[in-house]
């Protein structure tokens, strides 16, 4: 006897607008929250900021004996993205509980390296559905095939 796992469900091409779903029963973690507008910084004011900064060193990852996960989104993107960096792991649960858009490097299952910008996250372990700028549709991407987090530059 053979049994099959069945794939992800994967919304029809067109689709308007990235959608905001409310939680499920499911176990999704969607933003509880719309994210707010960052107010436009003068890059020069910034850059002057970051050097007066005094030197700090991240903390260890919670799996290298560091302090513990700051939220449960962090523990379970960690689970199941494990290539991630610590500071990957965060920033993406970050935008997963606050509604930001991120850009992340993606391994697609032909071994093809793609850079996609993502909105709308929903994280569905061991999956992140999210509105994919690139395809224009909306999109489930296994997290273990997440390489690398970026934040999305204001235009």
Aim: charged share 20%.
């Amino acid at each position: 006897m053979r049994v099959e796992k069945a794939s992800p469900r994967r919304a029809a091409a067109p689709v308007p607008a990235p959608r905001r779903t409310s939680p499920r029963s499911t176990g999704r973690i969607t933003a509880t929250r719309e994210a707010e507008a960052p107010a436009a910084i003068d890059p020069n004011t910034l850059a002057a900021q970051l050097l007066a900064a005094p030197p700090t060193t991240p903390d260890p990852a919670p799996f290298d004996g560091g302090v513990p996960f700051a939220t449960d989104t962090e523990e379970i993107v960690a689970g199941w993205a494990k290539r991630l960096l610590y500071s990957d792991v965060r920033q993406l649960a970050h935008a997963i509980d606050t509604g930001q858009d991120i850009t992340v490097e993606y391994i697609a299952t032909s071994g093809n390296q793609t850079v996609r910008t993502l909105s709308g996250l929903v994280l569905d372990p061991p999956y992140l559905e999210a509105w994919c700028h690139l395809r224009e549709a909306e999109r489930v991407f296994t997290l273990s095939r997440i390489h690398s987090v970026m934040s999305v530059m204001p235009e």
